[in-house]
């Protein structure tokens, strides 16, 4: 069984700083892995997506990274603004044949200080 | 990219009675999905919706008490059936327009049953 664990669970830094968050999978024959934020009382909003035949994706100040083997992919957030502040979950496709589905991760609060 | 709105964005329901909520998106999708999602929690899986076919459930929910169509490939409704409080939450829909493609999200409707 697919389990998406996310470290800290909670985040608060000052403005600018340069922050990393965790995700981790237990099983890695996974299709691809979607970074998203959440703010509060919203749906959410996809940040990246990275296939699983690729090791990075990037888009303005987010990086993700993805190692199958190990079972991680981090999000690094440059230069951190007040507006960066939200929740930010990974989701992970599980590989199957016919219908496929998403397990999200445990999520991280980040709240960033001007 | 896709958009998705959600119909009630919020309701207050009485216990014993059914909701029906219904997602809508601006173009095709191949596979849609319902979530559920507690205060302060992730989100968990609920269903995936499949146009002509009957959606896969998840461990632990049923089709009795969260029935769910899907008409076409823009449309979905799921119904939350013989509310109780612990039916409370936020359901959100999600679609993704190519097969393993980026998740797109509707913004959640919040059900409060008293």
């Known amino acids: 069984k697919q389990e998406v664990t996310q470290i800290p669970a909670a985040l608060s830094v000052p403005e600018g700083e340069n922050l990393v968050l965790n995700c981790s999978f237990t099983d890695s024959a996974i299709y691809n892995l979607q970074w998203f934020r959440q703010d509060p009382g919203k749906g959410l909003t996809s940040l990246l997506l990275?296939?699983?035949?690729?090791r990075e994706q990037t888009s303005g100040r987010l990086n993700a990274s993805l190692d199958k083997s190990s079972g991680r992919s981090t999000l690094y957030i440059a230069a951190s603004q007040p507006g960066d502040s939200a929740t930010y979950l990974c989701?992970?496709?599980?590989?199957?044949?016919?219908?496929?589905?998403?397990?999200f991760g445990t999520g991280t609060r980040l709240k960033v200080l001007a | 990219s896709a958009v998705i709105s959600q119909k009630p964005s919020r309701d207050i329901c009485q216990r014993g009675t059914s909701l029906t909520i219904q997602c809508q998106v601006d173009?095709?999708?191949?596979?849609m999905f319902w979530y559920r999602q507690q205060p302060g929690q992730s989100l968990t899986l609920i269903a995936t919706?499949?146009?002509?076919?009957?959606?896969?459930?998840e461990s632990g929910f049923v089709i009795d008490k969260f029935p769910i169509s899907r008409p076409n490939l823009t449309f979905s409704t799921l119904t939350v059936s013989n509310m109780s409080p612990e039916d409370s939450s936020i359901y959100l829909c999600?679609?993704?327009?190519?097969?393993?493609?980026?998740?797109?999200f509707g913004p959640g409707t919040r059900l409060t049953v008293l």
């Open positions: 989701a992970v496709r599980r590989v199957t044949s016919g219908t496929y589905k998403y397990i």
């Open positions: 919706a499949n146009q002509g076919s009957e959606a896969t459930y």
């Open positions: 999600s679609g993704d327009r190519v097969r393993g493609d980026t998740q797109y």
């Open positions: 173009s095709q999708v191949t596979m």
């Open positions: 990275i296939q699983s035949s690729q």
